[in-house]
């Protein structure tokens, strides 16, 4: 796909902002966790979405035939084909070069960047379990959800690193 080549040629994943549609949820959710700036809406119509990500400088990520076709977004457009969040990672993180660097660094809801906080902080809010047995928390400044390194991290990287190898 010729855009696709001009827009790998202009930028690499270093500072990249990207507004998915609303067909690729998940796959905004396991870009937030590798640390990219994603914004998504689950239901925002597509005038709506071109204006926004050209005021904010934001790649569009869609699965929508129309919407690339938006003389607007010239340049500023990737059209993802496979309808598996994993190839859909793959084929993104393959185009921009994206990279698990900031793998847990934003918050999986908002995509604000996390914050780190200290222990005492949440005592009231985190499970007593897990107050007990780690000792680094992370807020989100936004939304005020509460992070921390459990079991599921290693489970998570290992699925990323499954999906951006093709395994």
């Known amino acids: 796909m010729g855009a696709g080549r001009a827009l790998r040629a202009s930028m690499n994943g270093d500072g990249l902002k990207f507004f998915v549609d609303s ?4 796959l905004a959710r396991w870009m937030r966790t590798i640390g990219c700036d994603v914004e998504y809406e689950r239901s925002i119509e597509d005038d709506a979405l071109i204006e926004r990500a050209l005021r904010e400088d934001r790649i569009v990520l869609t699965r929508d035939t129309l919407l690339i076709r938006r003389r607007k977004l010239k340049g500023r457009v990737f059209f993802v084909e496979s ?7 793959k084929a993104v993180a393959d185009m921009f070069k994206l990279s698990v660097a900031g793998f847990l660094t934003r918050c999986l809801r908002c995509n604000a960047l996390l914050e780190r906080i200290g222990k005492e902080v949440v005592k009231d809010k985190a499970p007593p379990y897990v107050y007990q047995t780690q000792s680094e928390f992370s807020v989100c400044p936004e939304c005020e959800r509460i992070y921390w390194a459990g079991t599921h991290r290693e489970r998570m990287l290992r699925e990323i690193e499954g999906m951006l190898t093709g395994c």
């Open 83 to 89: 309808g598996l969040a994993g190839g859909q990672l």
């Open 23 to 26: 067909m690729l949820g998940k």
